[in-house]
DNA sequence: TCTGGGGTCCTAGGACCC
DNA sequence: TCTGGGGTCCTAGGACCC
């Protein structure tokens, strides 16, 4: 029973470049990351001329003799039309899980099975027609067989796959190398073939579970049941909140002084505190790393990274700041040149912690609400986390000590005021 | 030759995804 | 000259506890 849909955006970022340059629609075009280093993104056009992740310099020559376009990456574009595109999925489900920027899972249980692979056609046109965004789109009882679909639904014109029956699927399992089944990569392909002479994603679906499980670890195990149309991968209807929030980049130049990291450092910690905030998140720990540039054998290699834990979770970014660029002279270590930096908040927590207790009690009973919240943030923060929480509103917080109460409540750490106590 | 056993927590590292 | 960035999950192994 084909109930679960991969609807999958076709070399998304290309695609997006395209809304604004309709004499692109059929030249091959690839998007470049960051510093224009290498390609991220590329069109169907310009997939037999470089490959994906390849360094942008290391093929100038064949770029320029295809007439290639690059584009430098625009995130916040791609971030939009994405949501776009979701928002019209949407129309088609009540169970969507947003699984990247550019592909969904879709619950097809409410539409009857005879109808569903029209219903995804008439989806995919209006995709098309709404956004300008070409998808692709896989039917299949399991999230790996879906993927599977839709990657043969790329390959039809009308776009949308689903297997008639399990022979069908077995019929493109057999001549599908194990490395081009989802989260079977070249690591486990290489030990799948060479301790278990498995080379066909047919072969891993048959294969003995408990061998697999024993050898390989329950993520390939989970593999092989949907491979068997076993769902062993929940759909995740509502994003889960973020655990870590990371923010790394190469910095374009070797960089050699300290004060150059520490400015780079700084730069990443409040990107990544934007998104912090814009969670709603506090984290526990801040670390910081610096690395050398691998490819250049020619220099002296060096990574490390310091890890900072606070004694209260944060988002206060100048802490956060004061943090990253104190971690950064920890393990700075001179007449080495740096590439690379990054900066991960981790331990994170939602900062919207006492909102439960505001409405435990009876609604009218202002004080009793007030006093229900200050102790749930004592038993969470400790005595002192009052005078960060419950300030705001009319009266100042010692004020609610003596019954003042004030009428607002601040419930979110990110709202709370700079002051420390 | 034997070397307690069961549990938790933390970190590092591998593997994979887009 | 120039080689991406942002995530998750799982396991192993060490430290520590009773």
Request: charged fraction near 20%.
């Amino acid at each position: 029973m084909s109930n679960l849909a991969l609807c999958d955006c076709d070399s998304f970022y290309c695609s997006c470049e395209r809304l604004f340059r309709s004499d692109l629609t059929h030249r091959p075009v690839v998007v470049a990351g960051n510093n224009d280093g290498c390609v991220v993104s590329r069109s169907k056009e310009a997939k037999p001329i470089i490959p994906t992740g390849a360094p942008i310099h290391e093929y100038r020559r064949q770029l320029q003799e295809y007439g290639v376009v690059v584009f430098s990456s625009n995130y916040a574009l791609y971030q939009e039309v994405s949501s776009r595109v979701q928002s019209v999925m949407s129309r088609y489900t009540g169970k969507q899980e947003i699984f990247s920027i550019d592909e969904s899972f879709l619950d097809l249980s409410a539409i009857p099975p005879g109808e569903r692979a029209a219903a995804m056609s008439e989806l995919r046109g209006a995709i098309l027609h709404e956004v300008g965004i070409p998808v692709s789109i896989g039917l299949a009882p399991t999230k790996v067989l879906s993927k599977l679909a839709s990657h043969v639904a790329k390959s039809l014109p009308e776009g949308v796959h689903g297997f008639a029956d399990a022979a069908a699927a077995d019929d493109i399992l057999s001549i599908t190398p194990c490395d081009e089944i989802w989260y079977v990569g070249p690591a486990r392909s290489r030990q799948l073939r060479e301790e278990m002479g498995i080379t066909s994603g047919l072969q891993l679906k048959r294969a003995d579970i408990i061998r697999i499980r024993r050898r390989l670890h329950v993520p390939v195990a989970r593999i092989v049941c949907e491979l068997r149309g076993i769902p062993a991968l929940p759909l995740h209807t509502s994003a889960p909140a973020r655990k870590e929030i990371m923010c790394a980049r190469a910095f374009g130049k070797l960089v050699t002084t300290l004060a150059d990291l520490q400015e780079a450092v700084a730069r990443y910690t409040a990107d990544a505190t934007r998104r912090l905030l814009a969670g709603h998140q506090v984290c526990g720990t801040l670390s910081v790393s610096l690395m050398t540039n691998g490819f250049r054998t020619d220099l002296p290699q060096y990574r490390a990274s310091c890890i900072v834990p606070f004694d209260r979770p944060t988002n206060y970014i100048p802490d956060l700041i004061t943090a990253a660029r104190a971690a950064a002279a920890q393990i700075f270590k001179p007449g080495i040149s740096y590439y690379r930096a990054g900066v991960m908040l981790s331990d994170l927590d939602s900062d919207t912690l006492i909102q439960g207790s505001l409405f435990a009690d009876d609604p009218d009973d202002k004080q009793r609400r007030l006093l229900a919240v200050i102790a749930a943030i004592e038993a969470k923060f400790g005595k002192g986390a009052i005078y960060f929480a419950a300030t705001g509103g009319s009266s100042p917080p010692w004020a609610m000590r003596q019954n003042q109460l004030s009428p607002r409540y601040l419930t979110r750490w990110s709202d709370l005021p700079v002051a420390r106590a």
